[in-house]
Every structure is written in structure tokens, then in C-alpha cells.
């Protein structure tokens, strides 16, 4: 899976299954089992990220990610307490798909583990994610290699989504040129392939084909059918969140929320924007 590419990304569904391997002789030929991409994409990531998607090639068995993936540190040592390890695996519906959470205790300051152990980045320093060969698909074929995700640390980002420097690109009437946004900041891979659409003006959404690039800092729409005069708007659901978990309303750390600004968050938010004839 490349950035650029549609995917069949269904948000994570919790299963709660002992872990079991499978074998199954013969194996396909062409099926090799590997990571194809792990997301962010960016090779610079913020203090406070909140979580990695981890995609594969084949659907996977569940129950041994916190055995094979762990977070080297510039030691050259698994960093520890960095990954929340849940007692269910979160795996989209085609086990294709793996979120592994950083550990939100260490993200949020003044919670326990935070004041205990600090952050579970430190900004300046890099880091390898390791997915191990161990993982083992349906068919009981274990990953071809080690995958390994390198990036350094930046300054964390404690900041709600800032729609309004979104800029847009429109495309031309009477063609399937694609209208491209481009953010500040790289917003979170899952949730942009469903919480963005354009829609003319008091219509139903259009269909049509999304990608993404830039590392996430790009997000593009293809129409199904060529673009017509009028206006249109894009609407951006309440829960988008970026890569630490801030959202369209508050940062991560927001506080405890009163009645209207839990109201506030439920709403939708849209951009307008005119094609000509």
C-alpha cells in the first residue's frame, strides 16, 4: 500500500481472541507476506504522536504484535513502556490493517505515567519502529523480512486542527482534474479516507476517488464524473484528528469538556468553494 493509492481501510474493529498460529501447506505462489507501508509516512514525527497504522500485504493472524513489534530507541535497545500494549489487538475488518497506540499515560502531561516517566519521545532523537518476521498471515506464512520505520523526533504539536489555513486547489469545469487540499501539518492517514467530502452547495456528496501524498499533508479528490459550474463546499467530519490526536475543536489535552463545547464538537465543518462555468 503507497501513499497515493486508494485503500480498503475500515476503522478499527476490536476482537479479543487467544492467539492461535495457523500452518497451511502448500502456499500460493505470489502471496509473500510483508508490510507494505506503515503510516505516518513522514520521517520526522512529533513528541506528543499518538499512534502508528501498520499495513501488510496479506490479512493477518491476531495475538502477536506485542512480541514482534516493538520502539528502538538511540540506544539501540527497545524503548520501554513507549507502546500501549492493549489486551485486544486493534485490526481493521480485513486483518489487514494493524494501530498501534503509543501509550496516551506518557502523552498527557500531569496524568501519572507522564510526571513518572515523561514523554515517551524525546524531541532530537530517532527511533525504529520494528515490525518482526514473526508476525505469521492466515495461511501460517510469517513476514518475508524485518520491517523497520526510522524517523526523528520533532516538537510536539498541542494545537487544535487549523481548517483555516487548509488551502485549496480547484480543479477546472467540465473536467475529472481532482480538487487537492493541502494542510499545515500531516492529519491522520485512517481517518482521511472517510472524513473529508465535497458536496455542492445543499447536495448529497459526490462520488468519486480520494488519495493522499505529501506524508498526509495532502489530500486529493477525483470526481466520478467531470466537475459542474456552481458551488460546493468540503465537509470535514468532527472527528478528524491529526497525528497526536488533536482535533478540529481542542488538543489532545483538552480538559473536561462542558454540555455546549461536547455540542460544538459533534458539528460538521465546511469550506466553500465556486467553480465557474
Same mark, same amino acid.
Given at each position: 500500500?503507497?501513499?497515493?493509492?486508494?485503500?480498503?481501510?475500515?476503522?478499527?474493529?476490536?476482537?479479543?481472541?487467544?492467539?492461535?498460529?495457523?500452518?497451511? %501447506?502448500?502456499?500460493?505462489?505470489?502471496?509473500?507476506?510483508?508490510?507494505?507501508?506503515?503510516?505516518?509516512?513522514?520521517?520526522?514525527?512529533?513528541?506528543?504522536?499518538?499512534?502508528?497504522?501498520?499495513?501488510?500485504?496479506?490479512?493477518?493472524?491476531?495475538?502477536?504484535?506485542?512480541?514482534?513489534?516493538?520502539?528502538?530507541?538511540? %540506544?539501540? $535497545?527497545?524503548?520501554? %513502556?513507549?507502546?500501549?500494549?492493549?489486551?485486544?489487538?486493534?485490526?481493521?475488518?480485513?486483518?489487514?490493517?494493524?494501530?498501534?497506540?503509543?501509550?496516551?499515560?506518557?502523552?498527557?502531561?500531569?496524568?501519572?505515567?507522564?510526571?513518572?516517566?515523561?514523554?515517551?519521545? $524525546?524531541?532530537?532523537?530517532?527511533?525504529?519502529?520494528?515490525?518482526?518476521?514473526?508476525?505469521?498471515?492466515?495461511?501460517?506464512?510469517?513476514?518475508?523480512?524485518?520491517?523497520?520505520?526510522?524517523?526523528?523526533?520533532?516538537?510536539?504539536?498541542?494545537?487544535?486542527?487549523?481548517?483555516?489555513?487548509?488551502?485549496?486547489?480547484?480543479?477546472?469545469?467540465?473536467?475529472?482534474?481532482?480538487?487537492?487540499?493541502?494542510?499545515? $501539518?500531516?492529519? %491522520?492517514?485512517?481517518?482521511?479516507?472517510?472524513?473529508?467530502?465535497?458536496?455542492?452547495?445543499?447536495?448529497?456528496?459526490?462520488?468519486?476517488?480520494?488519495?493522499?501524498?505529501?506524508?498526509?499533508?495532502?489530500?486529493?479528490?477525483?470526481?466520478?464524473?467531470?466537475?459542474?459550474?456552481?458551488?460546493?463546499?468540503?465537509?470535514?467530519?468532527?472527528?478528524?484528528?491529526?497525528?497526536?490526536?488533536?482535533?478540529?475543536?481542542?488538543?489532545?489535552?483538552?480538559?473536561?469538556?462542558?454540555?455546549?463545547?461536547?455540542?460544538?464538537?459533534?458539528?460538521?465543518?465546511?469550506?466553500?468553494?465556486?467553480?465557474?462555468?
Amino acid at each position: 500500500m503507497s501513499p497515493g493509492k486508494k485503500t480498503d481501510f475500515v476503522s478499527a474493529q476490536v476482537i479479543n481472541e487467544p492467539k492461535q498460529t495457523i500452518r497451511s %501447506d502448500p502456499r500460493q505462489p505470489g502471496s509473500v507476506c510483508q508490510v507494505q507501508h506503515v503510516f505516518p509516512s513522514s520521517s520526522s514525527l512529533p513528541e506528543n504522536l499518538l499512534r502508528f497504522y501498520v499495513c501488510f500485504s496479506n490479512s493477518m493472524q491476531r495475538g502477536w504484535a506485542a512480541e514482534y513489534i516493538t520502539l528502538v530507541g538511540p %540506544d539501540g $535497545k527497545p524503548a520501554p %513502556d513507549v507502546l500501549y500494549h492493549s489486551p485486544v489487538e486493534l485490526w481493521d475488518r480485513s486483518m489487514r490493517c494493524l494501530t498501534i497506540l503509543l501509550d496516551p499515560g506518557r502523552l498527557k502531561r500531569g496524568v501519572g505515567p507522564n510526571r513518572e516517566l515523561g514523554p515517551p519521545l $524525546k524531541p532530537g532523537h530517532e527511533y525504529t519502529l520494528v515490525v518482526g518476521s514473526g508476525m505469521v498471515d492466515l495461511s501460517g506464512q510469517p513476514l518475508r523480512e524485518n520491517y523497520y520505520k526510522r524517523f526523528r523526533v520533532t516538537e510536539a504539536v498541542r494545537e487544535p486542527i487549523p481548517i483555516e489555513q487548509w488551502r485549496i486547489s480547484p480543479p477546472a469545469t467540465n473536467s475529472r482534474q481532482p480538487l487537492a487540499l493541502t494542510f499545515p $501539518k500531516p492529519l %491522520d492517514w485512517a481517518l482521511l479516507w472517510r472524513a473529508i467530502t465535497i458536496a455542492p452547495e445543499g447536495g448529497q456528496p459526490i462520488e468519486g476517488r480520494i488519495a493522499m501524498d505529501q506524508d498526509e499533508r495532502r489530500w486529493s479528490f477525483t470526481p466520478a464524473s467531470p466537475w459542474a459550474a456552481g458551488s460546493y463546499r468540503v465537509r470535514v467530519a468532527p472527528d478528524l484528528e491529526d497525528v497526536c490526536g488533536n482535533s478540529l475543536q481542542a488538543e489532545f489535552e483538552r480538559p473536561f469538556r462542558t454540555a455546549c463545547a461536547v455540542g460544538a464538537a459533534k458539528t460538521c465543518r465546511s469550506i466553500p468553494f465556486y467553480l465557474g462555468s
